[in-house]
């Protein structure tokens, strides 16, 4: 086996070919198509690549096949868990297929969701996931397969929406709190469009039965504070509030704090039900009441729509729903009498 030294140059793609007795051209097949190659030819390209140490160059690799194997996200905000789960699901099903997930974060705002997409598509990726607020027309000659994930309050023309059925998702946390017994019920929500369509199956099914929901931060948004600061608000103008469903679980760890800040015990005095189900609410000294929005597998299917219409143009973009699961934990109990 030859041995090289820290001051050894890196091996080039013709050193592999000049060891294995074959063409760079052939080695560069083995290294983007395999299943081509006879397995002779195979076995000593790879024989050669591991004794030398050497390594593909990924601009080599994207000249040579006009494809960076890269694909671009924007997300809105990192402290948001939900992004964690996406990001699991779509990596799982990309690296197989050898792309690797590139991440940008923005704050709220189109210009800067609209940098952050630039940015990546400076870079060339092949496809383009946005979980952000886009505008109509931030899309227009991105030149890739583009995918939404998650509610938004507009999809560009041409891009795929893959998200929760968040509609459905808080009709079950409603009606989850309606079967317990709760009849003065309030809710944590923000602005966005997650959040409204949570809002929306909540309010449509208390409603039904006859209960109007008490809302708070609207118009906010949906963080830790933002949860303690709408729950403050909510026990001052209903003190008598028995449950409260959050617009996903950073709220609902807000909610806890601002109820034990008053004295109250959950859920002896008030029950809280969060959404995400991420890993605050599987946490064993919190064991919150949530929502799975199973966001994992809208990552895995965001992946799968953008590898379709990489690898087939004439594929066009699509829509589809994930049913959420209700995962019942120790947060929530019928109303004190």
């Known amino acids: 086996m030859t041995l090289h030294s820290p001051k050894t140059r890196r091996p080039t793609i013709y050193d592999v070919a000049k060891q294995a007795g074959v063409s760079p051209s052939l080695v560069s097949l083995v290294l983007q198509n395999p299943a081509r190659v006879s397995d002779k030819r195979r076995e000593a390209v790879q024989a050669a690549?591991?004794?030398?140490?050497?390594?593909?160059?990924?601009?080599?690799?994207?000249?040579?096949?006009?494809?960076?194997?890269?694909?671009?996200?924007?997300?809105?905000?990192?402290?948001?868990?939900w992004f964690v789960d996406l990001l699991?699901?779509?990596?799982?099903?990309?690296?197989?297929?050898?792309?690797?997930v590139m991440l940008a974060d923005s704050r709220p705002g189109e210009n800067r969701i609209q940098e952050a997409a630039d940015g990546l598509l400076a870079m060339h990726v092949d496809g383009l996931v946005i979980a952000a607020e886009p505008s109509a027309s931030m899309l227009a000659g991105a030149g890739v397969p583009t995918v939404v994930a998650g509610w938004r309050a507009g999809v560009p023309a041409g891009a795929d929406l893959i998200t929760n059925d968040d509609d459905g998702g808080g009709g079950m946390a409603a009606s989850h709190l309606l079967g317990l017994g709760h009849t003065r019920i309030g809710h944590l929500s923000g602005s966005g469009g997650?959040?409204?369509?949570?809002?929306a199956g909540f309010q449509a099914r208390l409603q039904e039965s006859g209960v109007e929901p008490r809302i708070a931060g609207e118009q906010g948004g949906t963080s830790e504070e933002d949860g303690y600061a709408s729950t403050c608000w909510l026990l001052d103008h209903f003190p008598d509030t028995t449950a409260i469903f959050a617009a996903n679980d950073t709220m609902a760890l807000g909610a806890l704090g601002a109820i034990k800040a008053r004295g109250l015990a959950v859920p002896a005095d008030i029950s809280v039900i969060g959404y995400d189900n991420s890993t605050l609410a599987k946490s064993r000294y919190l064991e919150l009441t949530s929502v799975d929005n199973r966001s994992d597998v809208v990552g895995v299917d965001v992946a799968k729509a953008l590898l379709a219409r990489i690898h087939d143009s004439s594929v066009g973009p699509q829509r589809r729903l994930i049913e959420p699961a209700l995962v019942v934990r120790g947060t929530t109990a019928r109303p004190a009498l």
């Open 49 to 81: 690549i591991l004794d030398l140490g050497y390594r593909p160059s990924r601009a080599a690799t994207t000249l040579a096949s006009s494809r960076t194997k890269s694909i671009g996200l924007v997300i809105d905000d990192y402290r948001n868990l």
């Open 88 to 100: 699991r699901g779509m990596e799982s099903a990309l690296t197989e297929h050898g792309y690797q």
């Open 194 to 199: 997650a959040a409204a369509h949570r809002r």
